[in-house]
């Protein structure tokens, strides 16, 4: 780090184009502006904002998100197993469970926090990182008021019009599932390398909340039916900053952090 | 999973490659790449998350095959781990009718299939189906060239017609089978059952496995013949001299298979299927068609009759469909002529029908297929998801909750960038060495590396690293991190039988770790009064007052661990309860540079936050300034002589402040000098030089009382 400018001279006249003398701030993790921007898009749609442990058990974290014991489908999740059946959570979507089970509808909330996975790093893949899970909840909640939501999310975060695209997916906890496309950044929908050409990105997952998760946390799905997504808040920093390598963000280099 | 395009051409008329795997990607799977036949697969055993390579410039000629890379779904194994699955996707959306084609099987009417091979089941829960049929006289030698083409194609090798027919069937109709050879199993007797502990199997790929209890084997009277669903055995194996095969199709239990195939780290594409079901009605098919296919190409006498182990026969299930409901949750108005279409399309039969009520009866194949929502899913996807509108939900006007943790996160964060500190977010785990030094981590059964075996404890390991990274580019660093730690509980009960029971496991005030947020901030050099300021501001603009510094006295026992450095440390504490620690890290624990840390306990710290403040009437009155210095021993400390001036002082000093310590040249041995501002000021009048001065010398008093104190006049 250089020492700042000292500045000492006589007389009236100043030279205008000496660089002023900055004041020492310091400067936040890309991740907690995300965090925000996304917090405060969602806060004014009515969402508010909830949190919960990163220590789960097998019940909040797999079962009561209809992902049974011995099945296939939780082989989508690598885990990190603690002692005494507790792991750390693999999503945020334990909070829904959590949060149904203290709550009555109708309620749209989002989660953001700190989860983790059982995989090898790369410039894409962490051992922990950030998601933010959303869950609305209501008489009528639909998949077409879904679109509506996140195609707001997305042109208020990108600062442009931004649209989505649903294609089929499974999930375990939503019924029907989709995956979430969003319009190319770099190309706005062309088509370019970073979308193989097909001018959509892969961003996230999502759907209906199904009958036996909203059973799971106390709630009648004869009566109320809604719907469910979960975002990667890193990505989401990777795609508004250019970051190219998800590592940086848990590196500590201040020669990243200062550029924030 | 690979398919084969000109394979499914055979089903059903299909776009070109390229159409066809947009199509597919948008109604059912993701198309992860298309290549040409005959060139090197692509690997990418990553997630689906990883990047999608497709060939640009694909050109496509009639007569040469195509490989489509399709992720089928995990729910979807039962249906579409074969090419007429995939077949009758496209069926549906591309609105055509799927056609496979007729077979006909001729059997020998003299020879019965229960003369040749009789099948013992031990367990009907672990094997749900066990179809068995014979073919005498076969004439085992390489399979035609068309069956090696397709075999190549979707990634399998070509071993002999017997083999190679059971694997074609697997790829078409997605029924795993298996041949062996019959004049080799003692007493022509199958027997599915358990096997025993510390029994043995040689696997056709002359692998040795030692099997158990929770695995499911094929054996005859004497020992295993293969291991059920995940691999055959060479004992049975099916060679040149083959005359006789018996060919199994069965239906084993998923899970059995799954728990198999991970004890024995034995994955293959039977077992791939069994995991994720299979329909019991399929082997029938299955093993029909593998029997036509070896009589075309391996000659040999089909004998008459199935031998059939299936004691619980699979119905097709009935759901009731409610065409409002399908609107009202895909938000989304689809003519009920094409919902009908589609339902069809794919196989699912209407069997009743009274208006808004569709009464859907559900092909045995599709197992994934339970609730009126998973038609929904059917229905929608088909027609197309991205033919939903965008429409805000009409709500009441509930405001959003204010979470007033995240608000004081948010305000702590700013003001420590305000003060010059960088935020860094590092892993929430440490290593081996460090969890030496940083007691009480919690060990993670399954961890990445042993730089990531313990949950951590605390913030700072992590914060030294990051100095010990950066110190390459910055001779100064201030950098803080808020962020969750764990950490062992020593009190911990279990959770009794009956507490987990109820299903919500152990509860939260039980639970054997701790998890807590904490603030951990850390200044570079000789900077304990300057990081000592900065928690100081910390609280104050929290609202936060009452804070009080105390010396940290740890018991012998402690301090030979501690991280601090044991004259430079101190207690966080704010109306007597301690909430942090801050101090010089022990050169012991870090060399590479001095630093201070400040350790705060975050969730004790945003329960005395508060947003209430009040403003002090400014004195209309004239404030007056007098210093002060003061000699006084080495071992005095300031709050002591602070707490002197304002007690003698009384109500019209209205404020202290300390400008210079100073000890050495031109001081007496021993000692220091304090130099104080004191700031006189009244409320209700201007105060006269005379008062002040009695005030003053009333101080200086005070002082002196103490004979080791000198006032410096």
Request: aromatic share 10%; with cysteine.
């Amino acid at each position: 780090m250089r020492k700042p400018l000292k500045i000492k001279t006589k007389g009236d006249k100043i030279d205008v184009t000496v660089p002023g003398e900055k004041p020492t701030v310091g400067h936040l993790h890309p991740l907690t502006l995300v965090k925000r921007k996304v917090e405060e898009i969602f806060q004014a749609m009515g969402f508010s904002v909830i949190e919960g442990p990163e220590i789960e058990n097998e019940w909040y974290n797999f079962d009561a998100l209809n992902i049974p014991k011995d099945h296939p489908a939780r082989d989508m999740w690598d885990t990190f197993y603690l002692k005494n059946g507790l792991l750390l959570r693999t999503h945020t979507s334990p909070v829904q469970i959590r949060y149904m089970e203290k709550n009555n509808p109708p309620f749209r909330i989002i989660v953001p926090g700190r989860i983790f996975r059982h995989e090898a790093t790369d410039a894409s893949h962490e051992t922990n990182f950030y998601q933010v899970e959303g869950l609305m909840v209501g008489k009528d909640v639909s998949a077409a008021n879904f679109k509506a939501i996140i195609d707001e999310f997305l042109s208020r975060f990108f600062g442009k019009q931004v649209k989505s695209r649903l294609r089929p997916s499974f999930f375990p906890f939503t019924e029907p599932s989709f995956e979430v496309d969003m319009t190319c950044l770099v190309c706005n929908g062309k088509g370019c390398s970073t979308c193989s050409r097909t001018g959509w990105i892969e961003l996230m997952g999502a759907g209906m909340v199904h009958p036996n998760v909203l059973k799971a946390g106390g709630i009648n799905p004869k009566n109320w039916q809604g719907f469910a997504f979960g975002i990667g808040m890193d990505r989401l920093a990777m795609m508004k900053y250019k970051i190219n390598d998800i590592r940086l963000f848990y590196s500590g280099d201040l020669r990243f952090l200062e550029q924030f | 999973m690979v398919f084969s395009y000109n394979w499914l051409k055979e089903y059903i008329k299909l776009p070109k490659p390229e159409k066809l795997a947009e199509l597919l990607t948008m109604h059912a799977f993701e198309v992860e790449e298309i290549k040409k036949a005959g060139k090197p697969p692509h690997h990418n055993k990553g997630k689906r998350r990883g990047a999608k390579k497709t060939e640009s410039a694909l050109v496509w000629r009639e007569g040469k095959d195509y490989v489509l890379d399709i992720d089928v779904l995990p729910n979807r194994g039962p249906d579409c781990f074969s090419h007429i699955g995939i077949a009758r996707e496209c069926a549906a959306f591309t609105n055509s009718r799927l056609q496979i084609p007729k077979f006909k099987l001729k059997e020998d009417k003299n020879l019965k299939t229960k003369d040749f091979v009789t099948v013992e089941v031990k367990n009907k829960n672990d094997c749900l189906r066990y179809t068995a049929r014979v073919i005498a006289n076969v004439k085992v030698g390489p399979s035609p060239k068309w069956i090696q083409e397709r075999l190549k194609v979707c990634g399998l090798r070509p071993i002999n017609n017997i083999v190679d027919a059971t694997n074609y069937v697997m790829l078409e109709t997605g029924q795993p089978l298996h041949a062996f050879d019959l004049d080799k199993i003692s007493n022509k007797k199958i027997i599915v059952r358990r096997a025993k502990n510390r029994e043995k199997i040689i696997t056709l790929d002359n692998k040795r496995y030692n099997l158990d209890k929770d695995i499911l084997a094929i054996a005859d009277v004497k020992s295993p013949l293969a291991v059920a669903g995940i691999k055959g055995g060479k004992k049975a194996e099916i060679d040149k001299k083959t005359k006789t095969i018996v060919l199994e199709s069965a239906n084993f239990d998923s899970r059995i298979v799954r728990k198999g195939s991970k004890k024995l780290g034995l994955k293959t594409d039977a077992s791939w299927r069994f995991e994720h079901r299979i329909d019991s009605s399929l082997t029938e098919t299955g093993i029909n068609r593998a029997a036509e296919i070896i009589q075309n190409i391996a000659k040999g006498k089909i004998t008459s009759g199935l031998v059939d182990f299936y004691p619980k026969k699979v119905l097709p299930k009935k759901i009731k469909l409610d065409y409002r409901y399908l609107t009202k949750l895909l938000g989304l108005k689809i003519e009920k002529k094409d919902v009908k279409q589609i339902l069809k399309r794919l196989g699912f039969k209407i069997i009743k029908e009274e208006h808004p009520i569709l009464i859907v009866e559900i092909p045995t194949f599709r197992l994934d297929i339970s609730l009126p929502e998973d038609l929904i899913e059917e229905i929608g996807r088909i027609y197309g998801f991205q033919r939903i509108p965008a429409a805000f939900p009409i709500v009441s006007l509930i405001p959003p909750k204010r979470n007033f943790e995240i608000f004081w996160e948010d305000i702590t964060k700013n003001i420590l960038k305000e003060s010059g500190f960088t935020e860094v977010y590092n892993y929430s785990f440490i290593g081996e060495k460090e969890s030496e030094v940083f007691k009480g981590a919690v060990e993670v059964e399954n961890p990445m590396s042993v730089e990531q075996k313990y949950l951590r404890p605390s913030l700072i390991p992590n914060l030294l690293k990051n100095v010990i990274d950066n110190f390459r580019y910055f001779n100064e660093i201030k950098i803080f991190e808020l962020g969750k730690i764990f950490i062992k509980k020593q009190d911990y009960n279990p959770p009794t039988a009956s507490s987990r029971a109820k299903g919500a496991g152990p509860s939260r005030n039980k639970k054997q770790i701790e998890e807590k947020r904490m603030l951990a901030g850390l200044i570079t050099g000789d900077a304990f009064y300057q990081a000592k300021g900065v928690v100081d501001s910390l609280l104050n603009k929290l609202g936060i007052s009452n804070v009080w510094y105390d010396e940290y006295k740890p018991t012998p026992e402690q301090s030979k661990i501690s991280i601090w450095h044991k004259e430079r440390c101190a207690e966080i504490k704010v109306d007597g309860q301690e909430i942090g620690f801050l101090g010089e890290i022990s050169s012991g624990i870090f060399k590479k540079t001095k630093v201070v840390i400040f350790d705060i306990d975050f969730e004790k710290l945003i329960k005395l936050c508060s947003e209430e403040h009040e403003y002090q009437p400014i004195s209309q009155y004239p404030a007056a300034i007098r210093d002060l210095a003061v000699l006084v021993p080495l071992d005095v400390k300031v709050v002591d002589v602070l707490n002197k001036i304002n007690v003698a002082g009384g109500a019209l000093v209205r404020d202290v402040d300390l400008f210079d310590i100073y000890e050495g040249e031109g001081i007496v041995q021993g000692k220091k000098n304090l130099a104080f501002h004191i700031i006189y000021q009244a409320e209700d009048r201007t105060l006269k030089s005379k008062e002040i001065d009695k005030i003053h010398q009333k101080i200086i008093k005070i002082l002196e009382e103490n004979p080791e104190w000198e006032v410096r006049k």
